[in-house]
């Protein structure tokens, strides 16, 4: 079988960290295009991993003979380059937030189905060891019925590319909610299956944007030619309470910037057993399962055999597209994170729950 043509739309930390990497690890891909509209960044990251072919406007780009695109740009650009890519026949690999609206969602996977062209959100926690095992353990029934969920996402002083797109509501759609708490919530919708909220209560700060710091990310190298404008009109934390329709709940919290304890954290409650990510009493070990057995209470420390999330994520991508297999993206999942996160910022905002279904 011939190698797959894969472009790049958007040459920045994301692309040279993760997709383009793990691409050139496969040979059963090869990555031919690459478009940005930062002619530096573009030449560098083109010049960087030999792809021979640079635009300068995505869409151009479009026109090449190219099976896979992977969207690794700006948040406000990830749903309108997805349909253009998948209504000009490649299938489309869309870096997190897949979208922001709920319009958005019907939109990006009408069009997949209306091509026949496959679509995938890159979200790699949904490919670690950990995840992978929990699931099973879930749906084979051993944890019981799932009803109380935590999950924290918190830096101390971690702002993505201060004054760029990442801090500009209008291309970013929000802060650390939209940038890392979708990880948490996306995991969490996944593996439990809980796709119907019904009521978010929201809030959302931002108290320290005076004394805001760079956090590092994207990695200076793959900062060529960005011109950081230094605003920042967007949360540096927020949180929100959710309540599904049957009857359980989530709180969520997610944070670039806090007096705070750095955490990754999600504790899952069910009637038979609890999850806690990481173990609190080692931090290096994943899991830890909170069960009972006999009457006796116990704690189980599974041994997860380390894995690249990334690369496992491209892997599962090219394997989709060659074996014509679904790509385990499903519309009610991304509904669902999509009315999450954006119910999050509207009850904030208005400062009263919000009812999914009374928008």
């Known amino acids: 079988m011939k190698r797959l043509k894969v472009g790049i739309i958007g040459a920045g930390g994301i692309a040279q960290y993760a997709h383009i990497p793990s691409y050139k690890k496969s040979d059963k891909v090869e990555i031919t295009a690459i478009a940005d509209i930062n002619e530096e960044k573009l030449k560098y990251a083109a010049d960087k991993f030999e792809i021979p072919r640079r635009f300068i406007n995505w869409e151009d780009m479009l026109d090449e003979d190219l099976d896979i695109v992977s969207i690794c740009s700006p948040n406000a650009f990830h749903a309108l380059q997805s349909i253009k890519s998948m209504e000009s026949g490649k299938h489309v690999l869309c870096e997190k937030p897949l979208c922001l609206t ?129 605003d920042m009109d967007v949360e540096e934390i927020s949180s929100g309470f959710v309540r599904f329709k049957g009857g359980e709940t989530l709180f969520i919290e997610a944070g670039w910037a806090g007096n705070c304890e750095p955490a990754s954290r999600v504790s899952i409650l069910g009637t038979k057993a609890g999850i806690q990510m990481p173990d609190p009493e080692n931090v290096k070990n994943p899991i830890r399962i909170y069960g009972e057995t006999e009457g006796i209470l116990t704690d189980t420390l599974p041994v997860i055999p380390k894995s690249d999330m ?8 090219i394997e989709c597209v060659r074996e014509n297999k679904e790509t385990g993206t499903r519309k009610e999942e991304i509904m669902a994170v999509t009315r999450i996160i954006n119910s999050i910022y509207k009850s904030a905002e208005e400062g009263k729950p919000v009812r999914i279904g009374e928008r």
């Open 102 to 230: 709920e319009k958005e969602v019907d939109d990006v996977f009408g069009t997949s189905v209306k091509t026949g062209m496959k679509f995938m959100g890159a979200m790699p926690r949904r490919f670690s060891g950990e995840t992978a095992f929990l699931k099973k353990l879930i749906d084979k029934g051993e944890i019981g019925e799932i009803y109380y969920i935590k999950a924290s996402y918190l830096r101390r002083r971690g702002i993505p590319g201060l004054g760029s797109w990442f801090t500009n509501k209008k291309l970013a759609g929000g802060g650390p909610m939209m940038d890392i708490g979708v990880h948490a919530i996306d995991f969490i919708v996944y593996i439990t299956g809980l796709n119907q909220p019904e009521m978010v209560m929201g809030s959302s700060y931002n108290r320290l944007s005076d004394s805001a710091i760079d956090g590092g990310w994207p990695p200076m190298e793959t900062r060529k030619g960005d011109k950081f404008i230094g």
């Open 310 to 317: 990334f690369q496992e994520e491209i892997n599962h991508f």
